[in-house]
């Protein structure tokens, strides 16, 4: 028998480590709805648990998972993405300068421009694909955080992990990434020097649309790693273990599905890019993307399930698509088994940087040419 360092990463996450339930043997690991855990007769908590507001056993196997996937040394589960990365930029001073980017999960930026400026952090959005417009926004001494996230939502741009993580440590500052999209089938963030890494857990990791969760792996344990734990511990914004054994469940499939949703979204990139009512593809898999040659080194194996494409025609030709399409399901959320469509700048609103007629398209675990069938029939010729 190996020990887990010899496994590869499909391995460890089909078993989910392939631990055994000391108390009865079982192949796949129980769930502790307890909330609260005994203390010994010297009020010690001698087994290491005590309110299921920081911490439930049924956490491990997910937690631990995703650490050994992400090359980490430490992962926390959250209710949601949103409460994993909130919990990040809570764990820095108010007046702490943050590096974040234009593009990206649009609920985030609008939480960090709205509560987190007002808590007094000094949020700078930056085009994170320009190296030289990210150098150049580091204030010396006050910079504590970059945010990225790649491929950022909903335009897939990359940006470039190892050497923004180069900057901001040069800086004294330190490196968080999103990287939902990417998933540790295609990109170990820890490894190309990011500190943290963030997950909404909502999307591939548990990849069918039915458990909300966020996660946070760390690649070293320090006071900033015990901060966020104590934000966590304090607010509350845990799983419940129910979600948490799901999420577990749904990490064991997580290469195969990832795999394959990647394979049908660079198949499908490339023929909607010839098709005539479609002005425009956002993939970063296609030879024309303006982060293709970056993808290719920064991502391992394939370039996600997530594009975007514009249509000629305009906003209302691209709702009218959206209405058309019959297995494509209208719908926000992306990395479940079954296809979702979104016309995005009218979820995001006004003040969103995404084109009025793009529509986005989370590519599901379907047979490519059924997909591909129903947004020909949707597009007309
Ligand atoms: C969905 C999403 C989030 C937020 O996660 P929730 O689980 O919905 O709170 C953050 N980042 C990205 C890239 C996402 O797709």
């Known amino acids: ?20 339930d000391q108390a009865t043997g079982a192949i796949i690991p ?86 987190a400026s007002r808590w007094g952090l000094k949020i700078e959005l930056v085009d994170t694909t320009d190296l030289v417009a990210v150098k150049a926004a580091f204030q010396p001494g006050k910079t504590k955080l970059v945010w990225l996230e790649s491929p950022a939502n909903p335009l897939w741009q ?25 998933t540790p089938v295609f990109t170990k963030p820890l490894s190309l020097g990011a500190d943290i890494v963030m997950h909404s857990a909502t999307k591939y990791l548990n990849g069918h649309s039915d458990v909300v969760a966020g996660s946070l792996t760390t690649g070293v344990i320090d006071e900033f ?86 249509i000629k025609d305009g906003r209302e030709a691209s709702i009218a698509v959206a209405a058309k399409l019959t297995l494509w399901k209208r719908a926000t959320s ?4 079954e296809s979702l469509v979104e016309h995005r700048a009218s979820i995001e609103g006004p003040t969103s940087p995404v084109p009025d007629d793009l529509l986005r398209l989370s590519v599901g675990l379907e047979a490519a040419d059924d997909l591909y069938a129903d947004l020909a029939q949707a597009l007309g010729v």
């Open 1 to 20: 028998m190996s020990s887990n360092s010899d496994l590869s990463p499909e391995t460890l996450a089909a078993h989910a480590l392939g631990r055994i």
């Open 30 to 115: 129980p769930i502790h709805p307890s909330t609260t855990f005994e203390r010994d007769a010297d009020l010690a908590y001698s087994r290491g648990r005590c309110y299921s507001r920081t911490d439930n056993p049924t956490y491990d196997t997910a937690a631990d998972t995703l650490t050994a996937l992400e090359g980490g040394k430490a992962s926390l589960l959250f209710a949601s993405g949103m409460a994993a990365a909130t919990a990040v930029f809570q764990a820095l001073e108010p007046g702490d300068h943050v590096i974040a980017p234009q593009v990206m999960y649009w609920a985030l930026r609008a939480w960090l421009l709205g509560f």
């Open 158 to 182: 990359v940006s470039d992990i190892a050497a923004i993580a180069e900057l901001a440590h040069g800086a004294g500052a330190r490196l968080a990434v999103d990287s939902t999209v990417a």
């Open 225 to 310: 790693w015990t901060r966020i734990k104590q934000v966590q511990g304090q607010i509350g914004g845990v799983l419940g273990p129910f979600e948490a054994w799901l999420l577990q469940r749904g990490l064991r499939t997580l290469f195969p599905r990832v795999r394959w949703q990647s394979a049908t979204a660079l198949d499908l990139a490339q023929r909607l890019a010839a098709h005539p009512k479609v002005s425009d593809v956002f993939y970063p898999g296609l030879p024309g993307f303006p982060g293709h040659e970056l993808a290719k080194r920064q991502m391992q194996g394939g370039f996600g399930g997530m594009l975007s494409i514009r």
């Open 334 to 337: 992306l990395g479940g088994v």
